[in-house]
């Protein structure tokens, strides 16, 4: 579905665009959702750069001993529900 959208951009990047329009014969409409397109995509990536699994995340966070680990590993009904 396409939306009707109103803003005010600088009147040289309006003149640029127009120039690109013209200059690919396409409508300076599209242009405009072309460069929004290719900006949301790298935003996103550069959003989700950051973001880490929930692996990468947690790693580290418990700081415990092999041995305690161990241990606790091998309690029993350590996997039984209370």
């Known amino acids: 579905m396409r939306k009707k959208l109103g803003t005010i951009l600088d009147e040289e990047l309006i003149f640029q665009a127009k120039k690109i329009a013209l200059a ?15 900006y949301l995509i790298a935003a996103d990536k550069k959003l989700s750069k950051g973001k ?6 947690t790693h580290g966070v418990m700081k415990i001993s092999p ?3 161990k241990a606790i590993m091998e309690e029993e009904d350590i996997y039984e529900a209370g």
Request: aromatic letters at 0%; charged letters at 15%.
């Open 52 to 57: 880490k699994n929930i692996a990468q995340a």
């Open 67 to 69: 041995a305690l680990l």
């Open 24 to 38: 690919q014969r396409v409508s300076l409409n599209q242009v405009l959702e072309n460069a929004l397109k290719v």
